[in-house]
């Protein structure tokens, strides 16, 4: 068990490359070990069992010392006069503050500082008080954010959660005793099972000796599954909503090269920045007839994403992780990217093509304008640090050094996605109340340092 679960979390490192960790239930009981950065090549010890859970963090809650990622580290374990339980969680709490301090105010003990932790104690209360469904249906009612969550109790059960909303993917396979739940369609592959079924909003699935079993734990809701999965997150072989998540990049691509016609025609070359841009360029190039160049390169062996890092190391990161060709002399550069954030690889990858000749340099952006925080696991969580906020894309053009900005249009790309998508980062419609209600009090405090959720609440 211990290696296939390591050769399935390894299957979804790209998406936390801070700390990874494991937990197993054996004859010990449950059993926890936790490393920092991405999952080694090498596998770790990790205890043996029947049962296991394992977790690559991306850290949108805590601090970023040594210490303080492996002290949050995923699983998190948690006990009581009753139960012990391991719990992992993709997602973010926007009321994390308010959650906080009531845990407190009951006595429990907060030991990290991961919003991880206080799912798992909030859980833990209900699970004591009755059973999993009336725990996580009391769950629902405290926490407002995103959480897709695993977890394994001390009395064998397992156990996989999506939240009302549906914001961060979910999937299980269940054949005979086996049974699997993961982020991402491309774990599956990994034991070589399938197909894997979307765990729906608002459901519990349950796995024990009795079988498994499904349960509505919160009434039924749209989904709004996060959209930045389709354009940052997920694995290009990874399968959301029914399609391969390479489809839609490339079909991101061809809608780009459709509405920005005119700037698609003076370009020379379409030059992806590596890795999540790439099928978009090879659409772009389907419309457009131009052709797709290699002329930005990515250092195999830097794999942590700087989008995943924080200020000052993301700066050192960028700088070390991409070269440029110096082919691109004289060309005028259609460079296209999965998104916009903070600008920061942009500025870069810009003044390096422009160092080496490049006559033009044109952004194509598979994602719309980013212009609001994000609450629910995404680390964009204050306005400031958002550059397309307050900034027209000829402003943004101008701050990264670019000959123009072209977005993609917010209607094209719900098309693409599909409609009901969390798209709060562009329009600043929460799908949560909690999540409005920070947005509005950041825009009235436009100094405010740090994560909002850590500091208004």
């Known amino acids: 068990m211990a290696r296939d679960l390591y050769w399935s979390l390894l299957s979804l490192n790209h998406r936390g490359q801070q700390s990874h960790g494991f937990a ?5 009981g449950i059993s926890r070990s936790v490393g920092l950065g991405p ?9 043996d069992g029947e049962i296991g859970i394992g977790h690559a963090r991306y850290a949108t809650s805590g601090g970023s ?14 006990g009581g006069p009753g139960r012990r339980m391991a719990l992992a969680y993709n997602g973010n ?18 030991s990290t500082g991961s919003d991880a932790e206080l799912i ?13 469904r009336s725990a996580m249906s009391r769950l629902s009612t405290r926490v407002d954010g995103a959480y897709s969550l695993v977890g394994i109790i001390d009395d064998g059960t397992v156990f996989a959660a999506r939240d009302p909303n549906g914001i961060r993917p979910l999937f ?6 086996l049974f699997i739940a993961a982020s991402e369609t491309v774990a599956f592959d990994m034991y070589g099972v399938g197909p894997a079924v979307p765990v729906e909003p608002g459901e519990l699935v349950v796995a024990s000796e009795d079988g498994v079993h499904h349960h509505r734990y919160a009434p039924p809701r749209p989904e709004h599954i996060c959209s930045f999965e389709y354009a940052y997150f997920a694995r290009p072989d990874s399968i959301l909503g029914g399609r391969y998540v390479y489809e839609v990049r490339r079909e991101l691509g061809r809608r780009l090269a459709a509405r920005h016609a005119g700037v698609a025609r003076r370009v020379d070359s379409v030059v992806p920045v590596p890795e999540t841009a790439v099928d978009a360029a090879y659409g772009f190039h389907e419309v457009s ?6 002329l930005v390169f990515k250092h195999r062996f830097v794999r942590a994403r700087a989008f995943m890092s924080g200020g000052g190391e993301r700066q050192g990161l960028i700088s070390r992780k991409y070269n440029v060709s110096k082919r691109a002399a004289g060309r005028r550069i259609a460079l296209m990217d999965d998104s916009i954030v903070r600008g920061d690889t942009l500025r870069h990858l810009i003044s390096a093509l422009r160092s080496v000749g490049a006559s033009e340099v ?17 680390d964009m969580a204050t306005y400031g640090e958002l550059i397309g906020y307050n900034r027209s894309p000829n402003e943004v053009a101008a701050s990264i050094g670019a000959d123009s900005v072209n977005y993609q249009d917010l209607d094209d790309f719900l098309e693409v996605v599909g409609r009901s998508a969390c798209v709060a980062c562009v329009t600043g419609q929460y799908p949560t109340e909690k999540a409005a209600l920070l947005a509005a009090a950041a825009l009235r405090a436009p100094g405010i340092r740090g994560r909002i959720t850590e500091v208004i609440g």
Request: net charge negative.
């Open 39 to 47: 999952l080694p090549e090498v596998p770790p010890e990790i205890p």
């Open 65 to 78: 010392s040594a210490e303080e990622l492996i002290r949050d580290a995923q699983p998190v374990v948690v």
């Open 289 to 294: 007839g131009k052709p797709v160049e290699t």
């Open 172 to 177: 299980t396979f269940e054949s005979g005793p």
């Open 120 to 132: 798992a104690l909030e859980l833990l209360r209900g699970l004591e008080a009755s059973g999993l």
């Open 24 to 28: 197993v239930l054996n004859a010990e």
């Open 362 to 378: 044109h952004v194509f952006s598979t994602f719309p304008k980013i212009s609001h925080p994000c609450f629910y696991g995404v």
């Open 93 to 110: 709490v926007a009321n994390a503050m308010e959650l906080r301090r009531s845990l407190e105010a009951s006595g429990a003990l907060i």
